[in-house]
């Protein structure tokens, strides 16, 4: 576990502090608990890439005839793909990796009528009907990166409760900040929801600012400075 993750008990006690429900009479450990799910669903779906490393995961998968079902693409905790985030395709060829380009759908039959569908230097991938398609479509073992999806903090399956948030500290506020507006919306109070909503999407456009402006140059980047 990750020390850079935050105890879901330490955000169940900062979030009853903004709601000025310390005696835990104003709302129930399951609604904290749902707030947080939704803030965090939330902010997954917005915050960039660069933010949510404690999701990355990595397999390797054996495609057979260029075919790759995503759904084993799956964690241990059978959390699986998220948001349609394949970070990577790689496979190992005489020593030397080559890398899958994602293409979309649309583009196929373009490529078919150019040198790169008869290039065998050439590979991509397009997604369709929940397969990974591999060109040129061989059987290949492959290493996929990719993001799953976060472990929930409340699992409704068998009532279990995380003991650890996944997202990393720098995005503890804006959680705390959507999971507050979440109940203060079921409180009917809403200029409280406005403010903590403003105040959480304020830090997300910070940090996915921040970003583009501190992105690593790639090596390609670095070579034509």
């Not at 005839?65 to 395709?89: E, H, K, Q, V």
């Not at 569908?117 to 061989?138: C, G, H, T, W």
Request: proline share 3%; glycine share 2%; aromatic share 10%.
């Amino acid at each position: 576990m990750s020390s850079s993750q935050t105890k879901v008990s330490e955000l169940v006690r900062l979030l009853r502090q903004r709601v000025e429900d310390s005696s835990g009479l104003a709302f129930t450990p399951q609604e904290l608990y749902d707030s947080l799910d939704s803030a965090q669903r939330y902010i997954c779906s917005v915050i960039h890439n660069s933010y949510l490393t404690s999701l990355e995961r990595e397999i390797t998968v054996l495609a057979t005839s260029g075919f790759i079902d995503l759904s084993t693409l799956a964690d241990s905790n059978n959390n699986t793909l998220f948001r349609g985030n394949i970070l990577s395709i790689s496979y190992m060829v005489e020593n030397s990796v080559k890398d899958f380009k994602r293409v979309e759908l649309s583009d196929i039959y373009k490529l078919d009528n150019t040198y790169l569908s008869a290039n065998p230097e050439s590979y991509y991938y397009y997604v369709f009907a929940d397969k990974i398609n591999l060109r040129p479509q061989n059987s290949y073992t492959v290493v996929i990166q990719y993001l799953t999806q976060p472990n929930e903090i409340y699992n409704a399956e068998n009532s279990a409760i995380a003991e650890h948030c996944e997202l990393e500290k720098v995005l503890i506020d804006p959680l705390l900040d959507f999971a507050e507006a979440y109940l203060w919306k079921m409180d009917n109070k809403p200029n409280r929801v406005q403010l903590c909503q403003t105040n959480g999407v304020t830090l997300i456009n910070l940090l996915n600012e921040r970003f583009s402006q501190e992105r690593i140059l790639g090596l390609k980047d670095v070579g034509d400075k």
